[in-house]
T-cell receptor, first 115, second 111 residues
Framework: SAVISQKPSRDICQRGTSLTIQCQVDSQVTMMFWYRQQPGQSLTLIATANQGSEATYESGFVIDKFPISRPNLTFSTLTVSNMSPEDSSIYLC????????????FGPGTRLTVT | RKEVEQDPGPFNVPEGATVAFNCTYSNSASQSFFWYRQDCRKEPKLLMSVYSSGNEDGRFTAQLNRASQYISLLIRDSKLSDSATYLCVVNTAGGYQKVTFGIGTKLQVIP
């Protein structure tokens, strides 16, 4: 298994500002993902964080709004840029280990409130 | 049609009851399947993978029906601690892994 930590665990931000969320995994993983989960909703995949190259974004998400970095196999960041109240959500990082059926391990999430 | 569909519930069941959830998926190329459990205000955690032959882990049984494109989760002898949201997850593997989460089924076990 993998243990994933995220920082910050929560934040309250003003509209128009940006927040960078960090995700650290305790072992080398093959894939890392960023999700958003709004209250009462399921998880929506924002993007796959690729090591050393640009992230792969899902429909409806763009790099200018959600820039992602993954400088090595165990660390990634997600920035929520130019925030608006609609960005208030829980942001979750996840990772998969090599091989197997690729079950995902999740970080504890970052609860973001934009005022 | 949604890629992964679940009945959001809630399912309110008494302690000791048996409860079953289904999850349907639309992509016949889907290759791997999971059930995750998510407690309130917590991250999802893997409950069990779903194998073609079905699998059992204690009180939990998961099954896959490829012909009808659904997976199921059966919980026997429900405990209060089983109260949570159960998320169905479907992976479509290949050069790029696509992971789709269902909306989740909320279970409330009542004393």
């Amino acid at each position: 298994s993998a243990v994933i930590s995220q920082k910050p665990s929560r934040d309250i931000c003003q509209r128009g500002t940006s927040l960078t969320i960090q995700c650290q995994v305790d072992s080398q993983v093959t894939m890392m993902f960023w999700y958003r989960q709004q209250p009462g909703q399921s998880l929506t995949l924002i993007a796959t964080a690729n090591q050393g190259s640009e992230a792969t974004y899902e429909s409806g998400f763009v790099i200018d709004k959600f820039p992602i970095s993954r400088p090595n196999l165990t660390f990634s960041t997600l920035t929520v840029s130019n925030m608006s109240p609609e960005d208030s959500s829980i942001y979750l990082c996840s990772a998969t280990l090599a091989g197997g059926m690729r079950e995902q391990y999740f970080g504890p999430g970052t609860r973001l409130t934009v005022t | 049609r949604k890629e992964v569909e679940q009945d959001p519930g809630p399912f309110n069941v008494p302690e000791g009851a048996t409860v079953a959830f289904n999850c349907t998926y639309s992509n016949s190329a889907s290759q791997s399947f999971f059930w995750y459990r998510q407690d309130c205000r917590k991250e999802p955690k893997l409950l069990m993978s779903v194998y073609s032959s079905g699998n059992e882990d204690g009180r939990f049984t998961a099954q896959l029906n490829r012909a009808s494109q659904y997976i199921s989760l059966l919980i026997r002898d429900s405990k209060l601690s089983d109260s949570a949201t159960y998320l169905c997850v479907v992976n479509t593997a290949g050069g790029y892994q696509k992971v789709t989460f269902g909306i989740g089924t909320k279970l409330q076990v009542i004393p």
